[in-house]
């Protein structure tokens, strides 16, 4: 029912700015009335019609992540022109307030003069200034973010978590896991830059890392140009990986099936080729000092219908219920509450990505937006519900659009502690 209202109310909310905006144009052109002519009009209206149409598209319909992330950073930077040209055009609508408020008054004091109830609607023109100076104020940010958005693709964060585990055997208390997600290979325009990212995390010496889906764009051979990269990711208790949606060539023109099943082949052989340890359904034991904890890695398992469910858990799981502690490699985070959570509370903590937080948004220690936010519950950090937890990486590469506004790429240093721990808050 919420829904059915927002799929109402906001196209109807938005064509309404739309056509405030739309007299601030007016104003804004008054000596040149071009945008009173019929041919404006129709681009205008078709434009904003079209732009309302993606973004709902985006968030209630069945389009590929790239086309989703695409679309709704096409709507919300021109969105951001709006806001704000709205706020000039706003404050121009205080200024015409006040003047006729002024004009009144002087009437009162004017009692030869004809008075009328007609005097909030005489014609008192707007700003041309105002008006003019909102198009610019509207055309900054987005020069800034056209400006910004390439710079953002290679500026790698390391995010530093605690993962608080009740059953955490001692000899792992402090251990330190590296992730990162989304590679995308295909996207990326220069190597020698991704090496920064590369270099980074292995400067923060973790001793396992875990890599969560999404090598490539469409076909494995795009991560033969990153081989070399990638080869120096290593750990002293092993690199885990995953496969993510991109990953098994369905986004790919195939000539005939065998073509698209030696892609499959070929990419088990590039995490090979990494020295990766490629988890498909199955688990790991990872043993210090007699003892052990799980690494468990299913194929991609997505709740929206676009997304295949390739993943198995059950063959995941199978034989390690006498591991204290389970931490999951699993692509799509939507896989969490649609299956993880209500057939499997064994799991401990799991590792996805996937969302790449739109590569749009806002993201600071105590606060964190992106329009992705309305199409995935869990989409960027740690999560928690009741004892397990989930931690989405937005993404080591980009997708759709070739940069990040806010969303950095995102190299993530978890260190496991008991929830002994004197700084644990449950």
């Known amino acids: 029912m919420l829904q059915a209202f927002y799929i109402i109310t906001l196209p109807l909310v938005l064509l309404a700015i739309d056509y405030y905006i739309l007299q601030g144009l007016h104003a804004a052109f008054r000596k040149r009335p071009f945008t009173r002519k019929r041919w404006f009009a129709i681009i205008y209206w078709f434009s904003s ?8 598209l985006s968030i209630y319909g069945n389009l590929s992540v790239g086309a989703r992330g695409a679309f709704l950073f096409l709507f919300f930077i021109t969105l951001l022109f709006k806001i704000f040209y709205a706020l000039f055009i706003i404050i121009d609508d205080i200024r015409r307030a006040i003047k006729r408020i002024i004009k009144r008054r002087q009437k009162r004091l004017e009692p030869t003069q004809p008075t009328s109830d007609d005097w909030f609607f005489e014609e008192i023109p707007r700003s041309d200034f105002l008006m003019k100076a909102g198009i610019l104020a509207g055309a900054v940010p987005l020069y800034l973010l056209k400006h910004n958005m390439s710079k953002g693709i290679y500026d790698y964060q ?14 792992f208390d402090g251990l330190r896991v590296g992730q990162i997600s989304d590679i995308h290979s ?18 923060q010496k973790a001793d396992m890392i875990f890599f969560t889906g999404d090598l490539v764009n469409s076909r494995t051979e795009e991560v033969n ?10 750990a002293p208790l092993g690199v885990y990986s995953i496969l993510g949606n991109h990953d098994y060539g369905d986004y790919g023109n195939w000539p005939t099936p065998a073509a698209k099943e030696k892609n499959m082949q070929d990419m088990y052989q590039a995490h090979k080729n ?23 890695g299913i194929g991609n398992w997505g709740e929206l219908s676009r997304f295949p469910k390739y993943g198995k858990m059950e063959k995941a799981v199978a034989g390690t219920d006498d591991l204290p502690v389970k931490l999951l490699l699993s692509h799509d985070p939507s896989h969490w509450r649609a ?22 948004g806002v993201r600071t220690d105590d606060f964190q937006w992106s329009p992705i936010e309305y199409v995935y519950q869990e989409w960027a950090g740690l999560y928690r519900e009741k004892h397990q937890q989930i931690y989405v990486n937005v993404g080591y590469g980009f997708l759709g659009y070739p940069g990040r506004i806010g969303i950095l790429p995102e190299i993530t240093i978890f260190e496991l502690k008991a929830a002994t721990d004197p700084n644990y808050k449950a």
């Open 49 to 56: 019609i079209f732009l309302i149409t993606i973004m709902m």
């Open 158 to 171: 390391v995010k530093n978590v605690k993962l608080y585990l009740p059953n955490l055997p001692k000899a």
């Open 186 to 203: 295909g996207s990326f325009h220069s190597v020698h830059n991704m090496r920064g990212g590369v270099d980074l995390l292995m400067q």
């Open 225 to 234: 140009r990153v081989v070399d990269v990638f080869k120096k990711v290593r």
């Open 274 to 296: 990494l020295g990766w340890d490629l988890l498909i359904d199955e688990h790991r034991r990872i043993k210090i000092d007699g003892q052990e904890l799980g690494v468990l």
């Open 339 to 360: 299956e993880v959570i209500p057939k499997y509370p064994q799991i401990d903590v799991m590792f996805s990505g996937h969302t790449h937080g739109m590569q749009f």
